[in-house]
């Protein structure tokens, strides 16, 4: 199964902040990633597709990047909605894998 | 909108089984897969296996053959999942999600089931 790194693991950050998160895949997955949000009740909604395209509705302040087997979720500039948890998934081969989450929470 | 209505939480005893289902709408459900996905807390996510409504065809994570079994009815546009002989380390939330794309790809996700395994 691939390996899904994902760092840090918690993050404390401010309103108006901008953090980043990574993923480091164990073996190539070509760009198939995904990031996901999770909220406080539970609820998991997708942010980000193929590394860096963002879903529809999602505000411009997340944005997906990659370099090599690295990718990274963005926040431009923090807003009190945005503190939740956060995973990667790929899903490039069977089985997919999820990273282990970061929750990001209000300093 | 796509929208994937889960149901409720279960209390099951030990060495039981527990069905759960996924109620979609918002898009034609025989036209695309749906994943099943489980949430320990502390453990993170784990893929339990897909379902393909259009012709019930499944596949499932090796771990968790024989434990799952992933159903569809086309009729009511709902997916089960049922878990058998149930022991404390399938105490967790389970998800649904739509699968769309490449791959394994999962776009809209349910809201979770939540399984308690205790006796």
């Known amino acids: 199964d691939i390996q899904m790194t994902q760092s840090p693991s918690s993050l404390s950050a401010s309103l108006g902040e901008r953090v980043s998160l990574t993923c480091r895949a164990s073996?190539?997955?070509?760009?198939?990633l995904s990031w996901l949000q999770q909220k406080p009740d539970g609820t998991i909604k997708r942010l980000i597709y193929?590394?860096?395209t963002l879903d529809s509705g999602v505000p411009k302040r997340f944005s997906g990047s990659r370099s090599g087997s690295d990718y990274s979720l963005t926040i431009s500039s923090l807003e009190s909605e945005d503190f939740a948890d956060y995973y990667c998934?790929?899903?490039?081969?069977?089985?997919?894998?999820f990273g282990g989450g970061t929750k990001l929470e209000i300093k | 909108q796509v929208q994937l209505q889960q149901s409720g939480p279960e209390l099951v005893k030990p060495g039981a089984l527990v069905k759960i289902s996924c109620k979609a709408s918002g898009y034609t459900f025989t036209s695309y897969d749906i994943n099943w996905v489980k949430q320990r807390p502390g453990q993170g996510l784990e893929w339990i296996g897909w379902?393909?409504?259009?012709?019930?065809?499944?596949k499932y994570n090796e771990k968790f053959k024989g434990k799952a079994t992933l159903t569809a009815d086309k009729s009511s546009s709902t997916a089960y999942m049922q878990l058998s002989s149930l022991t404390s380390e399938n105490s967790a939330v389970y998800f649904c999600?739509?699968?769309?794309?490449?791959?394994?790809?999962?776009?809209?996700w349910g809201q979770g089931t939540s399984v308690t395994v205790s006796s």
């Open positions: 998934l790929q899903y490039a081969s069977y089985p997919p894998t």
């Open positions: 193929a590394a860096s």
């Open positions: 379902i393909y409504p259009g012709d019930g065809s499944t």
């Open positions: 073996q190539e997955i070509s760009g198939y």
């Open positions: 999600a739509r699968g769309n794309g490449y791959g394994y790809a999962m776009d809209y």
